[in-house]
């Protein structure tokens, strides 16, 4: 007879190596299910059962470390995705140049003589819609495999003088989080005041990425701080986002911004930041910059990633990494501003010191 769970169509099983493979074929790489069918000879209707089993595993066993290796790489991919439709999006948008030519003739009478005549005529686009239909599947899908549905609902307002545990011990971090950016940090740079959503994919609009534009934002931050900022992210090649260097102090930070709906999950992203660490730290060493960190900003982070990563770096001329939660960096150019006379970036150097989640 079959158990309850069963009757409700839950898997009791961890997926198979064979089946996992499946789902990433499908899922990850976009491949079709006839084609992914006639390669492991079995029918199509398998292949997307084979599918839903495993998206349904991986849905509802948050903690094992199977599903959250799946979970984080199909994370990254659907992030990359997203990244990508919204930027054809974007560049669907652009203004579009129409040159055309003509032959008019020569307005003296018995002439034969003739010119010709170009025109051009700029259009404004209104954006390709299969984009959008793109980035809007990958999200349906990235929801249902984060279970997005049970868990909107948001815990109750602090209410005020009582600490998040109910311990009665205040936390103004709680009872501040519901006020207006302006007044939670009355000294942010206007420019920098979404940063925060920023680093969660949410934009105000326009034909600049998220991404793009949350690597922007976090530059512009450390600037507000102080430091020579080097931006390197774009077509520069496999490089950091950008560079932060105190050159008086002689210590720098190797930044990479992230921008992740769900929180960030580390990855592959290791040896890509191994080899940053590398180049950057030899590049920084020529100009007598004796002190370097690597910190990754964006939100969502976890203390098991920061101790991996921690762990590659380890071999690497890094001092020691961060994970800086946006808000946490909003947080620190607003006390920078409004502190001027007695902030130092030497203070800075201090904080960054030690492998952390700075979130505060």
């Known amino acids: 007879m079959p158990t309850p769970s069963n009757r409700r169509g839950r898997p009791r099983r961890k997926p198979s190596a064979r089946n996992c493979a499946i789902y990433e074929r499908v899922r990850l790489e976009g491949k079709c299910l006839e084609e992914v069918a006639a390669d492991y000879q079995v029918t199509k209707q398998r292949i997307s059962d084979i599918v839903a089993h495993v998206e349904s595993w991986l849905s509802r066993h948050d903690t094992h470390s199977l599903a959250q290796k799946m979970r984080a790489r199909a994370t990254a991919r659907y992030d990359t995705l997203w990244s990508e439709a919204m930027t054809g999006f974007a560049r669907s948008r652009e203004r579009r140049q129409i040159k055309k030519e003509r032959v008019r003739k020569a307005a003296a009478a018995g002439a034969d003589a003739a010119e010709t005549v170009s025109e051009v005529t700029v259009r404004e686009q209104n954006g390709d819609p299969r984009f959008l239909n793109i980035g809007l599947r990958v999200v349906e899908r990235?929801?249902?495999?984060?279970?997005?549905?049970?868990?909107?609902?948001?815990?109750?307002?602090?209410?005020?003088?009582?600490?998040?545990?109910?311990?009665?011990?205040?936390d103004s971090r709680g009872q501040l989080s519901h006020l207006p950016i302006d007044e939670r940090f009355p000294h942010l740079p206007a420019g920098l005041g979404d940063l925060a959503q920023l680093a969660c994919g949410w934009s105000r609009g326009g034909l600049t990425p998220v991404a793009i534009e949350f690597e922007q934002r976090c530059a512009e931050a450390f600037r507000s701080?102080?430091?020579e900022v080097r931006e390197l992210g774009q077509g520069c090649g496999r490089v950091a986002d950008c560079l932060a260097i105190a050159a008086q102090e002689r210590f720098a930070v190797i930044i990479d911004a992230k921008v992740r709906r769900r929180g960030y999950a580390l990855g592959t992203d290791d040896r890509q930041f191994c080899e940053y660490a590398v180049r950057h730290t030899r590049e920084l060493a020529l100009t007598g910059i004796e002190r370097?960190?690597?910190?990754?900003?964006?939100h969502g982070f976890r203390p098991d990633d920061l101790d991996?990563?921690?762990?590659?770096?380890?071999?690497?001329?890094?001092?020691?990494?961060?994970?800086?939660?946006?808000?946490?960096?909003m947080r620190l150019v607003d006390e920078s501003i409004a502190k001027r006379r007695e902030f130092r970036l030497a203070d800075f150097d201090r904080l960054l010191f030690g492998n952390k989640i700075i979130d505060y």
């Not at 991996?308 to 960096?329: H, N, Q, W, Y």
């Open 142 to 170: 990235e929801d249902r495999l984060w279970k997005l549905a049970e868990s909107v609902e948001q815990p109750p307002p602090v209410a005020a003088g009582t600490a998040a545990d109910g311990s009665g011990e205040d």
């Open 308 to 329: 991996k990563l921690a762990g590659f770096m380890a071999g690497t001329p890094i001092r020691s990494v961060a994970f800086i939660e946006a808000e946490a960096l």
């Open 225 to 227: 701080l102080g430091f």
């Open 292 to 298: 370097v960190y690597f910190a990754v900003v964006g």
